[in-house]
């Protein structure tokens, strides 16, 4: 609350900014998501599966290009969070260009989410849901809630430490094991806004295209800025709880080390020119 009073402006600003990122995913879900329905409300059960099968396919460069863009969101973020200045465009862009690389591996594996589970939907209607492909949809569904968990934390991960890919997988997956209540507690937070749609859905079921400018207006001025500072926050806490040496601590502890090492060794020099 502290961050969003003293850089209201500022979150509102990045957010703009930000989403022009997510907009490609978002026009194509919608564009191809509204079609794949047309088509189930005429009773056309193949033109509603082929829809949907192309935005899952389309989904897929559409979402994994939004990596860079988290990471260097990430690392303002994770700044704020401290509530330490930090010019957000500078420090967005030098996020982005230092981390795009690894950042593309978890954007893609999240842009197969879509895809697999469409893809065990269909193979468990073929067989009338029946035998073991139900349950196995089940797995599915709780392995990638499990990776939406983990991912809040990774790109922070990213930006801060300096370790290969599978170092970041591990750990974020390791530290969401650890914290699992609290992480599905943070990712309710994220996606408050879905979470008011659904309940005023509910409540009035024949509005729901009306309501939609609820979750549009949250997301377009201060959704997605405010998830990341609320995941940047939460992966602070947990990096100082369990990643309490930063690589400055280390460098100052090798650095100190070095300096009594050097102290000795002149001492003994001292001891054998004077014994000689």
């Known amino acids: 609350m502290c961050v969003l009073s ?4 500022s979150i509102i600003f990045l957010n703009f900014f930000y ?13 191809l ?3 794949a329905m047309t088509f189930l409300e005429s009773g056309d059960l193949t033109g509603a599966s082929y829809s949907f ?10 979402i994994t290009i939004t990596g860079p863009a988290r990471a260097g969101m990430a690392r303002v973020m994770r700044e704020w969070a401290k509530e330490e200045t930090c010019p957000p465009l500078r420090n967005f862009w030098a996020g982005l260009k230092a981390n795009w690389k690894q950042a593309l591996v978890p954007s893609f594996i999240s842009s197969l989410i879509p895809l697999i589970l469409w893809n065990a939907w269909q193979t468990a209607a073929v067989n009338a849901f029946e035998g073991a492909f139900p349950g196995l949809m089940a797995v ?12 809040q934390i990774i790109y922070v991960l990213i930006v801060t430490y300096d370790l290969p890919i599978k170092g970041h997988l591990r ?13 599905a507690g943070i990712f309710l937070c994220s996606v408050i806004g879905i979470l008011i749609y659904v309940l005023f859905v ?13 979750p549009v207006l949250y ?9 990341d500072l609320v995941c940047a926050s939460f992966a602070n806490y947990l990096m100082d709880r369990y990643f309490p040496k930063k690589t400055e601590d280390a460098k100052e502890e090798i650095a100190e080390e070095t300096e009594e090492e050097t102290e000795e060794e002149t001492e003994e020099e001292t001891e054998e020119e004077t014994e000689q």
């Open 53 to 62: 099968s192309m935005m899952c396919w389309g989904l897929i460069p559409l």
């Open 202 to 214: 509910l409540i009035r079921p024949q509005m729901y295209i009306a309501l939609l400018i609820v």
């Open 19 to 31: 989403c022009l990122f997510f907009l490609p995913a978002i026009l194509w879900a919608v564009l």
């Open 6 to 9: 003293d850089q209201l402006f």
């Open 219 to 227: 997301y377009f001025f201060i959704g997605f800025c405010f998830g």
């Open 140 to 151: 599915a569904g709780i392995a990638f809630l499990f990776w939406l968990l983990a991912q």
């Open 171 to 183: 750990n974020a997956l390791v530290l969401t094991t650890l914290r699992l209540p609290q992480a």
């Open 33 to 35: 998501g509204g079609s």
